[in-house]
Nanobody, 123 residues
Framework: QVQLVESGGGLVQAGGFLRLSCAAS????????MGWFRQAPGKERNFVAA????????YYADSVKGRFTISRDNAKNTVYLQMNSLKPEDTAVYYC????????????????WGQGTQVTVSS
């Protein structure tokens, strides 16, 4: 089992920034690729960003490319999502997820999930 706890969400004005953190415990963190997903009310859970086990490969949804940065610190068992130039359409609950081996772009491929953290961007 891998336990994931997100933090860092909040209310921010458009153009602002937030940094989300996801702390992992349980199995060996460096064995897992990590992803960030988000879900707005009434909508599906969508891929945001992912990073491979070592942090050397990342992938982003087109909607956040150039604004968001995913990174990880395996010594701290933590993955981050730096979100800059936030837009109202970024408003959602953000979830981190873990997947053994390489990353994937669909939520069904991830085995472990955090409880989510709310991000609200006001216009």
């Amino acid at each position: 089992q891998v336990q994931l706890v997100e933090s860092g969400g909040g209310l921010v004005q458009a153009g602002g920034f937030l940094r989300l953190s996801c702390a992992a415990s349980g199995r060996t963190f460096s064995n897992y690729a990590m992803g960030w997903f988000r879900q707005a009310p009434g909508k599906e859970r969508n891929f945001v960003a992912a990073v491979n086990w070592g942090g050397g490969r990342t992938y982003y949804a087109d909607s956040v490319k150039g604004r968001f940065t995913i990174s990880r610190d395996n010594a701290k068992n933590t993955v981050y999502l730096q979100m800059n130039s936030l837009k109202p359409e970024d408003t959602a609950v953000y979830y981190c997820a873990a997947r053994f081996s390489d990353y994937a772009l669909v939520p069904q491929m991830y085995s472990y999930w955090g409880q989510g953290t709310q991000v609200t961007v006001s216009s």
